[in-house]
């Protein structure tokens, strides 16, 4: 059972690229999240899917899109890259999304933006 | 604004007991967790809160007080393995995790 996965594993991109951030899970999970890991600063939320079709914004979304065609994928894109984007993005996924629901998290990709 | 509070880093040493700390202000409360994240890995889940008390799982327990907005994770006979940073999270009115910064905790022999 992989769990999730991620990928690139690391990416370098040149500002005004477009990137998508690739993340699989195979635990039949509802929802799935995708955040940004930053030095000093807690775990923020970019966006999120409660259930295949649906999404919604999280705390720090301007600059990335997502899609939820299946259960299983979730992919976000970066349409056009800025430095202030260089982060660890982190894919994570849960049951439901209700209150005592644990997310699960994939092994980041670290990006940098130049 | 929703606030999560722990102290940035902190050293403690093999074999010893350490006990982290924090304290939120969120809007809504559905829950606290923490979880363990080792340097260039990902944050793994350790506890759960959501009644006031003690939660005790092996050498790991974990502690709410949601009059005091405060929790605490208590690590007794550190190993070199448990060298690593701790994540306290609390579930919004939303049902949205929101994250300390959390706590660099380095053991020493």
């Known amino acids: 059972i992989a769990g999730i996965t991620q990928a690139p594993t690391s990416q370098i991109l040149a500002a005004g690229r477009r990137m998508t951030l690739r993340c699989t899970q195979d635990?039949?999970?509802?929802?799935m999240y995708w955040y940004r890991q930053d030095l000093g600063l807690g775990l923020r939320l970019i966006h999120y899917?409660?259930?295949?079709?649906?999404?919604g914004k999280g705390e720090v979304p301007d600059g990335y899109s997502v899609s939820r065609a299946n259960t299983d994928d979730f992919p976000l894109t970066l349409a056009s890259a800025v430095p202030s984007q260089t982060s660890v993005y982190f894919c994570?996924?849960?049951?439901?999304?209700?209150?005592?629901?644990?997310?699960?998290f994939g092994p980041g990709t670290r990006l940098t933006v130049l | 604004g929703q606030n999560i509070d722990q102290p940035t880093e902190m050293t403690a040493t093999e074999g010893a007991i350490v006990q982290i700390n924090c304290t939120y202000q969120t809007s809504g409360f559905n829950g606290l967790f923490w979880y363990q994240q080792h340097a260039g890995e990902a944050p793994t889940f350790l506890s759960y809160n959501v009644l006031d008390g003690l939660e005790e799982k092996g050498r790991f327990s974990s502690f709410l007080s949601r009059s005091k907005g405060y929790s605490y994770l208590l690590l007794k006979e550190l190993q070199m393995k448990d060298s690593a940073s701790y994540l306290c999270a609390v579930k919004d009115s939303n049902y949205q995790l929101i994250w300390g910064a959390g706590t660099k905790l380095i053991i020493k022999p």
């Open positions: 635990m039949r999970h509802n929802a």
């Open positions: 899917s409660n259930t295949a079709g649906t999404t």
């Open positions: 994570a996924s849960s049951d439901d999304g209700g209150a005592q629901d644990t997310q699960y």
